[in-house]
């Protein structure tokens, strides 16, 4: 895939069944005719055409990719403004705030939680006109970006015209933003190197629900300045405020590379074998680990966990970091290089979703983070769980980003449900492909909860999630809570998410 500056959708309604399409949610606030120009008074554009309510009304959820093949969107918006400057999202937001409309604030809409599906209509507000490189201090090696910019466009142009990366390379690189990575703590597939969007975000620039626009951060390596409001709106998902504007850490391209490619006996060997790098202070960009399933799935390494290890960063650090590598696989075979090749090559592929519910095949990834204490049981009652569901025909996991505490777990499971099987245990209502995702999520969610790991390490909450969140958080969701009424106290910022409680109802569910 190629950014375009446009959303890229699961798939494409046919331009003649667009009309046909219908909410599944059915729960939208309506904006009437003063507000709606009120909002044209302030927003360079406004637009009601039934595409543009459409597309907005969905995002790469997976459930929501096999509605939209029945011909439904969660929800539809009212209205979809696009505003140009970070003055437009305020004064959209301040007309809305005094109207009492929802405001869903999107921009790739790559996300796979619902996080920017409008659950209660009203406006959905797209960012993608706020693109583009705001400044680059190199000296400083920070750069200034608007919330709307792909990341491709971003990082070709750090490349080009800067010789610079922020080294944030998510799967979804070509359909995200950069708004959209600090709105869901977004990880890339180097963050072993370069730490999450968290690790590298300075300062952000924010609208406030009232239409004021406040930023965060000093322009210092650090600072001891009360709380850091940052991270207060890193990960709030378009509830708390809208990102309009970042400035970032970035690092001068790395010149030098090293792969290798071992293979375990077993999925815990090689997480110790992860762990005790790690430990020792090596940070190779990818420590990726494939348990014996998905060895054999993508690989064609039968009885092996296969671990990918790649680094890239200035050639006097490679070498290092790459003989920690070696003295800690040494037990494991060592395996053809060539697979780090296949895996680069392939590694921003999306999973055809459609094709997969057109088949009547219910799929999914499910990404998690925990303890290394953790971590193998984690795995284990995961696995169990998920292979124990009537229908179930694929149920394995890969170690996708390494840290010296712990790391991310990433679950697939995929399987073709009937309707007698998805009935026999409890977990969402529906037809029988909804009760076997609900049955899939709760058994990973479950598991996690259980050992103290985190509900998910980099694609945030959203509707998937929101029902989760409380008791992970337990005491302090009701901090989070008065937060936004605090910082909302009307509610209309991005309602139904993070399972916060809005005034325009509960957070729907299958």
Not at 71 to 86: I, W
Not at 217 to 227: Q, S
Not at 470 to 475: E, N, Q, S, Y
Request: aromatic letters at 6%; one cysteine or more; proline letters at 6%.
């Amino acid at each position: 895939m190629t950014g375009s500056g446009r959303p890229t959708p699961p798939f494409a309604f046919g331009s003649g069944d667009v009309g046909d399409v219908r909410s599944r949610f059915g729960r939208e606030v309506a904006v009437d005719d003063a507000l709606a120009d009120r909002l044209a008074g302030v927003c360079e554009e406004v637009v009601t055409s039934t595409g543009s309510l459409v597309e907005a009304g969905r995002d790469w959820w997976p459930l929501s990719v096999s509605w939209g093949v029945a011909g439904e969107v969660p929800a539809l918006p009212a209205v979809v403004a696009r505003p140009r400057s970070a003055a437009e999202v305020a004064a959209v937001l301040a007309v809305c705030d005094a109207g009492g409309v929802p405001v869903t604030a999107a921009a790739g809409r790559s996300g796979v939680c619902g996080g920017s599906v409008p659950v209660f209509g009203g406006v959905a507000l797209d960012l993608t006109g706020l693109a583009g490189m705001v400044a680059v201090d190199d000296l400083s090696l920070t750069v200034e970006v608007r919330a709307g910019t792909f990341g491709d466009d971003f990082e070709a142009e750090l490349g080009a015209a800067h010789g610079l990366t922020l080294g944030h390379w998510p799967q979804s690189m070509a359909m995200s933003t950069v708004g959209g990575w600090l709105a869901c703590r977004s990880a890339g597939q180097y963050s072993t190197r370069y730490g999450k969007i968290e690790d590298l975000v300075v300062g952000l620039e924010v609208a406030l629900a009232d239409g004021r626009v406040i930023r965060t951060g000093a322009r210092a390596p650090r600072a001891a300045a009360g709380p850091d409001l940052t991270s207060l709106f890193v990960g709030s998902e378009g509830t708390l405020g809208v990102i309009t504007e970042a400035r970032l850490r970035v690092r001068p391209r790395p010149t030098g590379e090293r792969s290798a490619v071992y293979g375990f006996a077993s999925f815990a060997d090689g997480l110790d074998a992860c762990r005790r790098v790690l430990r020792r202070g090596a940070t190779p960009a990818v420590v990726r680990l494939y348990d014996a399933a998905e060895s054999a799935r993508q690989f064609h390494v039968e009885d092996r966990a296969v671990l990918l290890v790649f680094d890239e960063a200035d050639p006097a650090l490679v070498g290092p970091v790459a003989t920690v590598v070696a003295e800690e696989c040494g037990a494991a075979e060592r395996l053809d290089s060539s697979l780090v090749e296949q895996w680069l090559a392939h590694r921003n592929e999306v999973a055809p979703l459609a094709a997969l519910a057109r088949e009547g095949i219910v799929a999914d990834t499910i990404e998690i983070a925990a303890s290394w204490t953790a971590l193998p049981a984690i795995y284990g009652a995961s696995i169990a769980a998920l292979s124990a569901l009537d229908g179930t025909v694929v149920a394995s996991a890969h170690q996708s980003h390494a840290y010296p505490d712990g790391a991310c777990l990433y679950f697939t499971f995929a399987g073709t449900p009937t309707p007698a099987g998805a009935s026999s245990s409890g977990g969402g209502s529906g037809n029988a492909a909804d009760i076997y995702y609900c049955q899939a999520w709760d058994a990973v969610m479950s598991a996690t909860l259980a050992h103290g790991g985190a509900l998910s390490h980099h694609h945030g909450v959203g509707i998937n999630r929101g029902r989760y969140l409380a008791g992970a958080l337990g005491p302090a969701f009701e901090v989070l809570a008065s937060v936004k009424a605090a910082l909302d106290p009307r509610g209309i910022l991005n309602p139904g998410k993070l399972g916060l409680p809005s005034p325009f109802g509960e957070a729907p569910w299958p």
